[in-house]
């Protein structure tokens, strides 16, 4: 059982490349998520993603596009990278979200360093 | 607009101490927290949750404690070790928003 698996774990881009951060679980999570971490901050919400075919906004979209077409994976593309997204991205999944219940902490992945030049 | 925010950034305990770490929230409609634990190079790591119809719930050497009237959550870790030393989130989850909303986080540093 691998968890959630990000990839890669760094790279480098030039301002105006676009990339796609790769994220997939294997525990048939319905909820995944992703958030960007910067020094000294917690982490801030990008887009979230409730089942597959459904995605929504976090604090933090503007610059980012995402899609659920499977319930496994849940890529997070920049489509215009520029300096403010250098950034460690992290990807996030649990169970299912939603009803005081069913509510279950988020399994996160090793994360992607990103820096932007 | 929501927030969920940590008292102080770093605490400094000994070894075998008791460690409290706290957190406010101020969104009224979350209603399930968890606190994750992050070392350096690493993704977040579950430590203990808690939901609002709870006011206290214990793990390993962890107790969450939530406040609901005052919208103040803490983690208490006993007999601190220096495994323990990391950073701490408090998160929060509003059913309603379906969004976690994190902390900015506490630094736990272990004295020998």
């Known amino acids: 059982n691998a968890g959630v698996t990000q990839t890669p774990k760094f790279q480098v881009l030039k301002t105006g490349q676009s990339m796609t951060l790769q994220c997939a679980q294997d525990?048939?999570?319905?909820?995944m998520s992703w958030y960007r971490q910067d020094p000294g901050m917690g982490l801030r919400l990008i887009h979230y993603s409730v089942g597959a075919g459904i995605t929504d906004q976090g604090e933090v979209p503007n610059g980012y596009n995402v899609s659920r077409s499977t319930t496994e994976d849940f890529p997070l593309r920049l489509l215009s990278a520029a300096p403010s997204q250098t950034s460690v991205y992290f990807c996030?999944?649990?169970?299912?979200?939603?009803?005081?219940?069913?509510?279950?902490?988020?399994?996160f992945g090793d994360g992607t360093r990103l820096s932007i030049l | 607009g929501e927030s969920v925010g940590l008292h102080l950034p770093t605490l400094s305990v000994q070894e075998g101490d008791n460690s409290i770490i706290n957190c406010a929230y101020s969104n009224s409609a979350s209603d399930y927290f968890i606190w994750y634990k992050q070392e350096s190079g690493k993704g977040p790591q579950f430590i203990i949750d808690?939901?609002?119809?709870?006011d206290k719930r214990q793990g390993q050497r962890v107790t969450v404690l939530l406040n609901k009237t005052v919208k103040h959550l803490s983690l208490q870790i006993a007999a601190t070790q220096p495994g323990d030393s990391a950073v701490y989130f408090c998160?929060?989850?509003?059913?309603?928003?379906?969004?976690?909303?994190f902390g900015t986080g506490t630094r736990l540093k272990v004295l020998a």
């Open positions: 996030a999944s649990s169970p299912r979200a939603g009803g005081l219940s069913n509510n279950q902490p988020q399994h």
């Open positions: 525990m048939n999570h319905e909820y």
């Open positions: 808690i939901r609002s119809n709870m």
């Open positions: 998160a929060g989850f509003g059913t309603g928003t379906y969004k976690y909303i």
